[in-house]
């Protein structure tokens, strides 16, 4: 399983930026998708992740619950993660990651099996 981030930039503080996960092949109907982030000189933790294939089911770190959402794409391949009211705090490379872990390991980076290429996303004050 091939993944790759895209959509990073340069953003003011209370902005907002769309991220992109693009699977090599249509590999999210089978899977759950989360995103993670890592800032400079931190461990990486947990953004964001659902059930691509699973209704409502949805998990969101407390730092960023109400200002971001994990959703799927237009595309059968993609998955998006909308983040909006951006904090300079928000400043980091975020990847998304698949696999099938049970609900309450969500949050380790460890459950993850297939991680893509990060984006860097830059939140100026």
């Known amino acids: 399983v091939q993944l790759q981030a895209s959509g990073g930039g340069l953003v003011q503080a209370g902005g907002s930026l769309r991220l992109s996960c693009t699977a090599s092949?249509?590999?999210?109907?089978?899977?759950?998708v989360a995103w993670f982030r890592q800032a400079p000189g931190k461990e990486r933790e947990f953004v964001a992740a659902f059930v691509y294939n699973g209704g409502s089911t949805k998990l969101y770190a407390d730092s960023v619950k109400g200002r971001f959402t994990i959703s799927r794409g237009n595309a059968a391949n993609t998955v998006y993660l909308q983040m909006n009211s951006l904090k300079p705090e928000d400043t980091a490379v975020y990847s998304c990651?698949?696999?099938?872990?049970?609900?309450?390991?969500?949050?380790?980076?460890?459950?993850?099996?297939?991680w893509g290429q990060g984006t860097l996303v830059t939140v100026s004050s």
């Open positions: 990651a698949v696999g099938r872990p049970p609900f309450g390991l969500w949050t380790r980076t460890e459950s993850w099996n297939y």
């Open positions: 092949e249509r590999t999210f109907s089978s899977y759950k």
